[in-house]
């Protein structure tokens, strides 16, 4: 069973910090992990894409938050972190982590998380 648990979400002053984590917990029968991401979706407002960790180590971050957010491998294994700086009302939305994996059987998918709340007030 793959299993991603979200934390770090919270609200938060505008131009304050949050850092979101995201861990996946993965079965032995994977070949790899290919990518994790970060989405959000704001209320009546399609999901986009924040920022997304691949294997490798590349990254990629929306142009909308470039220069605020930067992702990055966790301490452990399959876990990436974002760090929100300088936030804004127009973050304020729910993130959710995926992963995407090849498993043993050469299946490829892309499993969610719960997500999480950020809010940015002031």
């Known amino acids: 069973q793959v299993q991603l648990v979200e934390s770090g979400g919270g609200e938060v002053q505008i131009g304050g910090s949050l850092t979101l984590s995201c861990e996946a917990s993965l079965p032995g029968d994977i070949l790899s992990n290919n990518a994790m991401s970060w989405y959000r979706q704001a209320l009546g407002e399609q999901p986009e894409l924040v920022a997304s960790?691949?294997?490798?180590?590349?990254?990629h971050v929306s142009d909308s938050v470039k220069g605020r957010f930067f992702i990055a491998r966790g301490n452990h294994e399959n876990t990436v972190v974002l760090q929100m700086d300088n936030l804004k009302f127009e973050d304020t939305a729910k993130y959710s982590c995926?992963?995407?994996?090849?498993?043993?059987?050469?299946?490829?998918?892309?499993?969610w998380g719960q997500g999480v709340q950020v809010t940015v007030s002031s």
């Open positions: 995926n992963v995407d994996i090849t498993h043993a059987s050469y299946l490829r998918k892309v499993y």
């Open positions: 960790w691949y294997r490798g180590g590349t990254t």
